[in-house]
């Protein structure tokens, strides 16, 4: 079975401050990990993936994550936040085996000017 | 460049009624879902299905029923709505390469915002 663990619900920081925003997940199977991003009353937009190639992904927006297979991780980080990335974030994992994301609760990040 | 169109966008519904959310994707996906929204619990997969004729539930299917008559197209009905079914769907897509989900990006509509009184 897989499962998705965001650590934190919300996540508070000025602008001009590194973002980091905290995955954990569980597979029994090489996963594929990816963060969307949502926007007050949007749908969700992908802003990278993870599918077993280069361990760190950039994504779109300056963001980027690291997987690390030891701490079953894929923490979203970005070295300066804007206020453009106030939104909620989720972390989500699918395996081969299933045709089924798996959604974390999300995080909603406040940035502050 | 459509991608993934939900209608409508939002609905209010009294207790007992039944409706329709429409979800089409003009990307020749083969893989189309159907999610709900809650605060503080993600998103939730209600049904799925991998190809025209074929559909599969999801986490909390109770209370809904798909189909999927075209590639084009993956309706959710709501035969008799009840409070609990409140919340915000989305309809999702993605190519299936090979028989594999995993790995291709999932395409989002905007959202469809039901509330039952």
């Known amino acids: 079975a897989q499962s998705v663990t965001q650590l934190d619900s919300h996540v508070s920081v000025s602008e001009g401050t590194p973002v980091l925003l905290r995955c954990n997940y569980s597979s029994s199977y090489s996963p594929s990990l990816f963060w969307y991003v949502q926007h007050p009353n949007k749908g969700l937009q992908l802003l990278l993936k993870?599918?077993?190639?280069?361990?760190l992904v950039k994504g779109i927006n300056g963001f980027e994550a690291e997987f690390k297979k030891s701490e079953t991780s894929f923490h979203l980080t970005k070295p300066s936040a804007h206020m453009s990335d106030a939104a909620e974030y989720f972390c989500v994992v699918t395996t081969d085996n299933t045709d089924k994301l798996i959604f974390g609760t999300g995080t909603r990040l406040q940035v502050f000017p | 460049n459509a991608g993934v169109t939900q209608t409508p966008k939002f609905q209010v519904l009294k207790t007992g009624q039944s409706m329709t959310l429409q979800c089409a994707q003009d990307m020749n996906h083969e893989y189309m879902s159907w999610y709900r929204q809650d605060p503080g619990m993600g998103l939730r997969l209600i049904h799925y299905?991998?190809?025209?004729?074929?559909?599969d539930q999801g986490e909390v299917p109770n209370g809904y029923n798909v189909s999927r008559s075209t590639t084009e197209d993956f309706p959710l009905r709501l035969l008799s709505a009840a409070p609990s079914q409140t919340s915000v769907y989305f309809c999702?897509?993605?190519?299936?390469?090979?028989?594999?989900?995993?790995?291709?990006?999932?395409?989002f509509g905007e959202g469809s915002w039901l509330t039952v009184v």
């Open positions: 993870y599918t077993s190639a280069a361990t």
């Open positions: 299905s991998v190809g025209a004729g074929i559909t």
């Open positions: 999702a897509s993605s190519y299936k390469q090979a028989g594999r989900l995993s790995g291709n990006t999932i395409y």
